[in-house]
DNA sequence: ATGGAGACCTTTTTT
DNA sequence: AGGTCTCCAT
């Protein structure tokens, strides 16, 4: 453990006000790049160095990520011990643990399973059937929205339908049931023991405003609340933290109200401008000085963030040296932009020393990943995608967590629907339709009607209820294993049991799918080999509850997580690909942004009002500031979307960066990257533009025809395939065969390739070529 | 009850 | 283009 002094040394004037300002409100208005997260740790560390205990801090960030990083930040600064005392998670997480000690209170038993937005989409969805509404009308995105927006202001169902601008607000779209809708959604989850993502801020909310002794304890036991992102939080989030600070204003909010970007979600920008305004006596500090980037970066972002109206004054600025400009470049295409990309950063491997770690390919949205993804693995740049579909959210993860979900609360209605006939067990819709329609008539929860069909008239032949009941039984056995049988032992005899496994063996076409609950399963026997941790009562230091690695435990641990935690990721190195809204809070030294076109990026959806326009500028400087020592940004005339060929305009932000800031590029060959223009005069001498241009335009091509070369050769037959052969592949590229499994037309490779990693790969269908030596 | 063919809709961003 | 949903035939 550090002392203070040391503490403090490293930091900037600004920077050490901010760490040692301890006792009362604090507003910290960081700049991008100024070191947020440094100070948040450092922060954290001096106050453990001052002697504060561990157990009263509560560090609450906004995602998996952020409290990740912070996590380890302060552990490498602190030890072990302490770090681990801090309480320290994303607002959804941290509540969702109180909840699940405190949720008797309202109604919720300690098994509370959270619905995901899939799960929240799929009942509502159900509800609007059986409520023989038009699905088109009422379709479940938007209602979903609907809800969320109110639970995220804290307003109930009945708020919902009492209040008449709503109520008109919703007639006006034709959908004036929406009320009607949340109000069984509720119902739902309810019966189901389950709350929505919303919910946990929710109640939150009703934990601390209708138990005064819940209120007392919880602001007893955080007297210092950090919060990161402020800028991000909506009224719910706004609102746990007045209260849960109200007693002691030891509250210290880090946040940027130039890079607040989840307004869709009900994020208030206002709760940073109002800061103020709650605590009078509130100090304010501005982190300014940037150390990320270089000038030219930080000038052209500060340019372009001046467009917005709505914004706190701020002034970055930076020591950095000035930098290379800003190099824009317009494409004839969706796949020449991406091939542009992956181009220069292959150029850039050749003459300098740069690991692929250090570039990130930035986008407004998911779908342009692919494009991008083609191109890398046609140059063998080893890439990984960031968000998109989530380990998580996979249909095979989903189904086995199913099983898990329902193992420990029968009531959870969307994980029985999602697996009562997955594998195949002969209850179909018709069953499933039925047993819904007798549940609701009876008032009870569907698994009540399925334990027990007879009792409430459940009109099925008897086969189909013999069915159910088995699938009751097989349930109810793997639950009596809960506290016996650890996370792991129960985990694969369920998928065992159930048939999931021998299932996805059978399954030729997609071998990943079963890896993927293998992984599952893996990453499960670890969280049992981890290192116990009991909880025990702080003062007496006695131990109440026992560590056992059960599979609520494990469950409880990655419900709330969205990204697949990596393992590999440090060592593994490979180009980044993300979406600008995931890249916050990260930094890299070569940034592509690419597709600044009109309705793409600003999306089409924000060109409403200025201040989705503006939230849409807001994006675009964060994702200028994440670039430490270059960007590089392309827009395309003409890209796929929806299956068809677009023309595209450019981005009116590029007319936001002032020339003088960077290069543009008009009609750039694909070929073509930074070295052409001014990034690297001393490669190419004297040489006019267009001569460089040339040159590159005759080394693409060679290289171009080299690969071709290389990819030429036999395809292979099942038996020429031996474990450390190099193999090509037409859509995963070059790899070495690392394992051979079966036999014949059933023969099986295991495939360790460049650029995407180890795959399972039937060689019936593979068709994979044995490059031809050179 | 199941599986396949075709219609249909998507693309904002995340806990 | 690709995945999801619906409807129809078996």
């Known amino acids: 453990m550090k002392n203070l002094e040391t503490i403090l040394e490293s930091l900037n004037e600004p920077q050490k006000q901010a760490v040692s300002h301890i006792e009362g409100p604090l507003m910290v208005i960081a700049g991008a790049g100024s070191g947020k997260t440094r100070v948040l740790t450092y922060r954290i560390a001096y106050m453990l160095a001052k002697g504060i205990n561990p157990y009263q801090i509560l560090a609450l960030t906004f995602t998996n990520k952020a409290a990740a990083e912070m996590r380890e930040r302060i552990f490498n600064l602190v030890g072990e011990a302490s770090a681990k005392a801090v309480m320290m998670g994303t607002f959804h997480s941290v509540f969702y643990k109180i909840l699940r000690i405190e949720g008797e209170k309202l109604g919720y038993s300690r098994n509370l399973t959270v619905y995901d937005t899939d799960d929240s989409k799929n009942l509502i969805k159900s509800i609007i059937k059986e409520m023989n509404l038009d699905p088109k009308v009422y379709a479940a995105g938007h209602v979903l929205n609907r809800i969320s927006g109110a639970k995220s202001n804290l307003l109930s169902h009945i708020d919902y339908i009492k209040n008449p601008e709503i109520f008109a607000a919703d007639n006006e779209a034709g959908k004036p049931l929406i009320g009607e809708i949340f109000s069984r959604y509720n119902e739902r989850l ?10 946990l801020l929710y109640y939150m909310n009703v934990l601390l405003r209708d138990f005064p002794e819940m209120l007392h304890k919880y602001q007893n036991r955080y007297q210092y609340i950090l919060v990161d992102e402020y800028q991000d939080t909506n009224f719910a989030q706004y609102l746990i933290i007045k209260k849960l600070s109200s007693s002691h204003h030891n509250i210290c909010i880090v946040g940027d109200d130039a890079q607040s970007i989840y307004s869709f979600r009900g994020a208030n920008i206002q709760n940073i401008l109002n800061f103020k305004r709650d605590y009078p006596e509130a100090v304010t500090i501005k982190l300014e000085q940037n150390y990320r980037s270089t000038q030219n970066i930080v000038n052209a972002a500060n340019a372009v963030i001046k467009c917005n109206k ?17 190099n824009i470049f317009q494409t004839n295409s969706d796949s020449e932009e991406a091939q542009l990309v992956a181009n220069t950063i292959f150029e850039y491997k050749q003459n300098f020393h740069v690991n692929n770690s250090q570039f990130a390919l930035l986008y407004r949205t998911n779908a342009q990943s692919r494009a991008l993804e083609e191109s890398l693995i046609k140059r063998n740049i080893p890439y990984k995608i960031y968000g998109g579909l989530s380990f998580y959210k996979r249909k095979e993860i989903k189904d086995v967590i199913a099983y898990f979900r329902i193992t420990i609360n029968h009531f959870d209605e969307e994980s029985l629907r999602r697996i009562i006939n997955y594998p195949q067990r002969g209850i179909g819709q018709t069953t499933i339709e039925k047993v819904i329609v007798c ?54 005899h369920i998928v065992v049991s159930v048939g999931i496994l021998k299932e996805l063996s059978e399954d030729k076409t997609d071998l990943d799918r079963k890896q993927n609950v293998e992984e599952l399963l893996d990453s499960i026997k670890e969280f049992t080999e981890k290192e116990p941790e009991s909880s025990f009562n702080e003062s007496t230091g006695e131990i109440i509850d026992e560590y056992f690695p059960s599979l609520d435990r494990f469950l409880e641990s990655v419900v709330l997580l969205t990204d697949e935690e990596d393992k590999e990721e440090a060592i593994q190195d490979r180009v980044k690909l993300m979406t600008i809204h995931s890249a916050k809070g990260l930094e890299f030294d070569y940034v592509f942004l690419t597709g600044l076109e009109e309705n793409l990026f600003p999306s089409s959806m924000s060109l409403g009002s200025r201040a989705e326009l503006e939230e849409e ?25 929806f299956g068809s060929l677009q023309f595209c305009e450019k981005s009116r932000f590029l007319n936001e960066i002032p020339v003088k800031y960077l290069n543009y590029t008009e009609k750039a060959s694909m070929g073509k990257g930074i070295f052409s223009s001014h990034s690297s005069p001393s490669l190419f001498g004297d040489k006019s533009f267009s001569e460089v241009t040339r040159i590159r335009k005759k080394e693409n091509a ?17 038996d020429q395939i031996v474990p450390s052969l190099v193999v090509f592949h037409d859509k995963f590229g070059f790899g070495e065969v690392k394992q051979i499994d079966g036999k014949g037309l059933e023969t099986k490779a295991v495939v360790q390739f460049e650029t995407v990693g180890t795959k399972t790969l039937l060689l019936k269908f593979a068709k994979l070529i044995i490059p031809d030596k050179k």
Do not use: C
Request: glycine share 4%; aromatic share 8%; charged share 30%.
């Open 310 to 326: 709505d914004q706190l004054f701020k002034e970055v600025w930076t020591e950095n040296e000035e930098g290379n400009k800003i």
């Open 617 to 641: 500028r807001r994006l675009f400087y964060v994702a200028i500031t994440r670039a430490k020592r270059s960007l590089t940004i392309t827009h395309s005339l003409t890209r796929y979307r």
């Open 702 to 718: 060679q290289i171009a025809s080299e690969r071709k070369m290389e990819v030429i050769g036999k395809e292979a037959t099942i």
């Open 439 to 492: 549940a609701n008539h009876h008032q009870v929860r569907i698994w009540n009607v399925i334990e027990n069909p007879s009792k409430f008239g459940l009109d099925v032949n008897n086969p189909t209820k013999e069915r159910l009941m088995e699938f009751v039984t097989k349930i109810k056995s793997f639950s009596a294993l809960l506290t016996t049988t650890d996370a792991y032992e129960l985990g694969k």
């Open 190 to 199: 309810r019966k189901s023991d389950a709350m929505d993502f919303d919910d």
